[in-house]
């Protein structure tokens, strides 16, 4: 589900979606708006695969919260 396999596209992976999701993140955002953000360009995308792209960016330490906000992790 991460990673995209015979079985699952490369568009319906955690991989892409998030990559999708960094994009959107030129500045810090708020969850809803970044989601309709990769949503407006993503059509068909549900909220769940959004989540759980997000929560692995946010695993990875890719992505961090500040008072509400989620931006792209400084290094």
């Known amino acids: 589900m991460i990673l995209p396999t015979k079985h699952l ?3 319906k992976s955690l991989l892409a979606i998030g990559g999708r ?4 993140l030129p ?8 989601w309709e953000e990769v949503r407006r360009d993503y059509e068909g995308l549900p909220f ?3 989540a759980l792209a997000l929560t692995f960016l946010y695993t990875i330490g890719a992505v961090e919260t500040t008072d ?8």
């Open 9 to 11: 596209q490369l568009d």
């Open 21 to 24: 999701i960094l994009n959107a």
């Open 27 to 34: 500045r810090p955002r708020t969850i809803t708006s970044t």
């Open 48 to 50: 769940e695969s959004f």
């Open 68 to 75: 509400e906000l989620i931006r792209i992790a400084r290094r």
